[in-house]
């Protein structure tokens, strides 16, 4: 038996989606948690109906129990005691079943094929048992589930129903070989931590849990969401409720994958309305609205990403904290796509109104400004040359001229210029134009006197005056 929802990340294969049910199945409605114990007709009704079968087809295998018993009660001795009783029908049981199968919890197939698991046949051996007035229980363990018969006197006897050779598992010599085969540990009274008694209800919750086990499997993991529902409507224990809430986590991953976040968070308020407004529900929420923002995001929707975290904000799935750090990522996205499309001044005022509003952080409004002033700056170098790309940094504010990326900007325009002038200044001066040549040095000096290259052109032409 696996209690182990499986993993999403690991279907490789996935059919296409059926429809999602989320109300439970009308036999799980009418027997409630907070209803009565369920009788013997209640019992097997929902294990044929959680095992897969039509309500109209439940008579027909109802038929088969019935049958079974009064075979069984035919063939029994009057003065067998109730261990003798047990023991015998477990083998006659086993006269039905034919071999064991890990992941067969059905019970439809355990009478069609007689294949079997730990789940159905113990719920098999339950309703025989009663049926022929025994006291039977159910017991599980991590991953495991049998039986256990309650006789005269008060002793309480194991049955490992996945062998003919389970009744008292502990005093048959037998038993362990047989048993081998089925992967388990036999647990034995007195290891209280590691077994349980649990309730006819729990015992369908472990069928219902395989079930979906076998959902997800095959990748059909929106199917499972129906049959948590149903456990957690006739359970609603937290072993119930934890499978209820695994269900939609698992869809919700499935869907994540396919980049269906819309659909994810409207999954989330289906979700929400089954099981509250629980923690699990507002980090799924929270992630399908970051995936879906940046969705809308990466097609410059920037109004369609607003009103989507108003939306989701608006009907309680955001906390204030979260909606805020939305909101400046569209804020932050959108001054981005300004920075590179809008006019240099235009992008400029609106990196700074934003940082003034608190929507950009310091560092932030320097990234942006960086970037929008050297891209200005190199198209004025482009069209203009580097004396006016120089010039054109040296108008820009202080804090601006200070960013690491712009003073290095300035750097290499003004040496880049400096070069130009070294060239004319050469050129002139070898051409004989020597007047000429010393004034563009004079008139380049006093813009840049720093300029080590036109110093040594200076003293050069001073030298040779």
């Known amino acids: 038996m696996r209690f182990v929802l499986f993993l999403l990340s690991l279907v490789l294969w996935l059919p296409p989606l059926t429809a999602l049910r989320l109300e439970p199945l009308p036999q799980a409605a009418a027997?409630?948690?907070?209803?009565?114990?369920?009788?013997?007709?209640?019992?097997?009704?929902?294990?044929?109906?959680?095992?897969?079968?039509?309500?109209?087809?439940?008579?027909a295998y109802r038929s088969v129990f019935e049958r079974w018993s009064t075979e069984f009660q035919a063939a029994s001795d009057p003065n067998w005691d109730s261990a003798r009783k047990a023991d015998n029908l477990l083998q006659f049981l086993h006269t039905r079943l034919k071999s064991y199968s890990t992941y067969?919890?059905?019970?439809?197939?355990?009478?069609?094929?007689?294949?079997?698991?730990?789940?159905?046949?113990?719920?098999?051996?339950?309703?025989?048992?009663?049926?022929?007035?025994?006291?039977?229980?159910?017991v599980s363990t991590l991953d495991h589930a049998f039986a256990l018969v309650r006789l005269p006197g008060g002793r309480e006897v194991d049955v490992e129903t996945t062998t003919k050779f389970g009744f008292d598992p502990g005093t048959k010599t037998e038993f362990t070989d047989?048993?081998?085969?089925?992967?388990?540990?036999?647990?034995?009274?007195?290891?209280?931590?590691?077994?349980?008694?649990?309730?006819?209800?729990?015992?369908?919750?472990?069928?219902?849990?395989?079930?979906?086990?076998?959902?997800?499997?095959?990748?059909?993991?929106?199917?499972?969401?129906?049959?948590?529902?149903?456990?957690?409507?006739?359970?609603?224990?937290?072993?119930?409720?934890?499978?209820?809430?695994?269900?939609?986590?698992n869809y919700a991953s499935w869907l994540n994958g396919r980049k269906e976040f819309l659909k994810g968070l409207n999954l989330v308020e289906d979700m929400v309305?089954?099981?509250?407004?629980?923690?699990?529900?507002?980090?799924?929420?929270?992630?399908?609205?970051?995936?879906?923002?940046?969705?809308?995001?990466?097609?410059?929707?920037?109004?369609?990403?607003?009103?989507?975290?108003?939306?989701?904000?608006?009907?309680?799935?955001?906390?204030?904290?979260?909606?805020?750090?939305?909101?400046?990522?569209?804020?932050?996205?959108?001054?981005?796509?300004a920075v590179k499309n809008q006019p240099f001044a235009q992008a400029a005022t609106l990196v700074d109104q934003a940082f003034s509003q608190g929507i950009l952080t310091s560092a932030r409004r320097q990234e942006l400004l960086s970037y929008l002033y050297g891209q200005e700056v190199q198209r004025v170098a482009s069209s203009?040359?580097?004396?006016?790309?120089?010039?054109?940094?040296?108008?820009?504010?202080?804090?601006?001229?200070?960013?690491?990326?712009?003073?290095?900007?300035?750097?290499?325009?003004?040496y880049n210029w400096s070069v130009e002038v070294h060239n004319q200044f050469a050129k002139l001066?070898?051409?004989?134009?020597?007047?000429?040549?010393?004034?563009?040095?004079?008139?380049?000096?006093?813009?840049?006197?720093?300029?080590?290259?036109?110093?040594?052109?200076?003293?050069l032409s001073q030298g040779n005056s």
């Open 31 to 59: 027997r409630p948690s907070t209803g009565s114990p369920l009788d013997q007709e209640g019992l097997l009704d929902l294990a044929l109906v959680f095992s897969g079968v039509p309500a109209s087809a439940v008579p």
């Open 104 to 138: 067969q919890t059905r019970l439809d197939v355990l009478v069609d094929r007689g294949t079997y698991n730990c789940v159905s046949s113990a719920l098999a051996y339950m309703i025989m048992g009663r049926s022929v007035g025994l006291d039977v229980q159910a």
């Open 178 to 249: 047989s048993f081998g085969h089925t992967g388990f540990a036999y647990v034995p009274p007195g290891k209280y931590a590691k077994r349980q008694v649990i309730t006819d209800r729990e015992l369908l919750g472990l069928l219902v849990q395989n079930r979906m086990a076998d959902f997800q499997r095959d990748g059909r993991v929106e199917e499972a969401v129906g049959p948590a529902i149903d456990r957690w409507t006739i359970e609603g224990t937290p072993a119930a409720f934890k499978t209820l809430v695994d269900s939609f986590v």
């Open 273 to 337: 309305a089954v099981t509250g407004q629980i923690p699990e529900a507002r980090d799924l929420a929270w992630a399908f609205l970051n995936n879906h923002v940046n969705q809308l995001l990466d097609r410059q929707d920037f109004a369609g990403a607003q009103a989507a975290t108003l939306t989701w904000k608006n009907r309680g799935f955001l906390t204030e904290t979260q909606s805020s750090q939305t909101q400046a990522v569209i804020a932050d996205r959108q001054l981005s796509s």
């Open 384 to 414: 203009r040359g580097a004396q006016a790309a120089w010039q054109f940094l040296g108008t820009l504010p202080a804090e601006v001229q200070a960013l690491s990326s712009l003073a290095k900007a300035k750097e290499v325009y003004a």
């Open 429 to 459: 001066w070898n051409a004989g134009k020597k007047a000429d040549a010393r004034q563009l040095l004079e008139d380049a000096m006093r813009l840049l006197p720093e300029s080590a290259l036109l110093k040594k052109d200076l003293v």
